[in-house]
C-alpha cells in the first residue's frame, strides 16, 4: 500500500514549482507517494505536454524523473535539496492521452558529504521503462531548508492504492477512523 506524500513547500514560499505545485496553473502538478523502497508518482500526460504526435516531450519526461527522484531527497532527508547532475537516457516513447504513467525514484547512495545520489524511471502503462536517470543532490543543511520554505516531508493518514483505470483510491487510516474511501481522478 502506498501513503500519499504531503508538500513540504505549502506555506507559499516554495510553492509555485513547475513540476509539483497545485498552485502553478502552468504546471504538471505532479503528486507522489512512498511504496516502502522509494518515492513513486502516477501521472496522465495531457497531450498539450506532447513533443511528436501521442508522444511526451523529452524535457517533460526529465522534469518527471528529476522531480521524482527529488521528492525521494526530500523524503529520505527531510531536507530541503538542489539538482547538482541529471543524466537521462530515452529508451522508448512515453505516451500521452489516456494512459498513465509511472516514475520510480530509489535511493542509490552518497557521492561525498551532502551530495546523494539517485536512481529514477519513467514506465509506460504496462510497466515497461520508457526512460531513467542518475541523479544527484546537494542536500541542504536544515538552516537553510527552513528558509526556503521546507517544513517536513511525510506521509498523510491515507493509504492509497491505484486502480485499473488510473484512478486513486484513498482510504482514511487514522486513529479512529472508520477506513472510508473514496475515489479521485
Not at 157 to 165: G, I, K, L, V, Y
Request: with cysteine; aromatic share 8%; hydrophobic share 35%.
Amino acid at each position: 500500500m502506498e501513503r500519499v506524500l504531503k508538500n513540504p513547500f505549502t506555506d507559499g514560499r516554495g510553492d509555485k514549482c513547475f513540476g509539483c505545485s497545485k498552485a502553478n496553473p502552468h504546471g504538471l502538478g505532479l503528486e507522489f507517494s512512498e511504496d516502502g523502497e522509494g518515492v513513486v508518482c502516477r501521472w496522465r500526460p495531457d497531450v498539450r505536454f506532447q513533443s511528436w504526435d501521442g508522444v511526451l516531450h523529452g524535457g517533460i519526461t526529465a522534469t518527471i524523473l528529476d522531480e521524482t527522484a527529488g521528492w525521494a531527497v526530500m523524503r529520505r532527508f527531510q531536507r530541503a535539496a538542489m539538482t547538482t547532475r541529471l543524466d537521462v537516457r530515452f529508451l522508448k516513447p512515453v505516451p500521452v492521452g489516456d494512459t498513465v504513467i509511472v516514475a520510480r525514484a530509489r535511493y542509490a547512495g552518497m557521492v561525498k558529504e551532502k551530495i546523494a545520489r539517485f536512481r529514477a524511471t519513467v514506465e509506460n502503462a504496462d510497466g515497461v521503462v520508457c526512460a531513467e536517470a542518475d541523479a544527484e543532490y546537494y542536500v541542504m543543511d536544515e538552516a537553510r531548508s527552513r528558509a526556503m520554505g521546507f517544513t517536513s516531508c511525510d506521509t498523510g493518514t491515507m493509504d492509497e492504492e491505484m486502480t485499473a483505470d488510473g484512478l486513486r483510491v484513498r482510504r482514511d487510516v487514522s486513529p479512529g477512523s472508520t477506513g472510508g474511501n473514496g475515489r479521485d481522478a
